[in-house]
């Protein structure tokens, strides 16, 4: 952020930012607040193995992400679940059919420049594994993983990190109760 210093109102190197969300000019009234952006996660599911896609860009180039993206202007976060699942994997999905999990705050860095980022959880579960045309320019793969065997260090982003590991420990808890009681 430190590398932005000039006012697109005035054009003088006057832009100060105060580390937090807001960018001010200290020559003229001009003020851009740098908000927190909305970004979904998909978890899809089948039985006891979730969906992840291998990153085939920056940041997190290599390392397992769950589908998503950031929410357009107007849409809703489960139309973002729709579009995003359609655009990256091919699936078309009712927005009804996601159920809400959680949020996580994240930190998503793209040229130079970190995003604050509200991602919000959701679930898809599905009958049978699936094949799919990948969108080579953002994924190099797929893979299926049992949730018991789940690397939480494999995975790109520290709140899908955090998600998942409230959300496993979670299900195993709540099966472990069920079983027991």
């Excluded at 930012?17 to 960018?23: L, P």
């Excluded at 094949?131 to 789940?150: H, N």
């Amino acid at each position: 952020m430190e590398n932005l210093k000039y006012c697109p109102k005035c054009g003088q190197e006057s832009l100060q930012w105060n580390n937090i969300t807001k960018f001010s000019c200290s020559n003229c009234d001009f003020v851009l607040y740098h908000n927190t952006a909305a970004a979904v996660a998909v978890i899809i599911k089948h039985q006891d193995e979730l969906f992840f896609t291998v990153r085939n860009q920056e940041p997190g180039k290599g390392k397992w992400d769950l589908s998503g993206g950031f929410t357009d202007p107007k849409e809703t976060s489960e139309e973002t679940c729709s579009r995003e699942l359609n655009e990256e994997l091919g699936l078309k999905i009712n927005p009804k059919e996601f159920k809400y999990l959680g949020s996580q705050p994240n930190i998503y860095p793209y040229k130079n420049i970190d995003y604050n980022t509200l991602d919000l959880f959701y679930l898809y579960e599905v009958e049978e594994k699936f094949e799919i045309q990948l969108e080579e320019s953002e994924i190099s793969e797929t893979i299926w993983i049992k949730a018991s065997e789940l690397d939480l260090d494999k995975i790109a982003f520290e709140s899908q990190k955090r998600f998942l590991k409230n959300y496993i420990t979670k299900k195993i808890s709540c099966h472990l109760t069920v079983f027991f009681d």
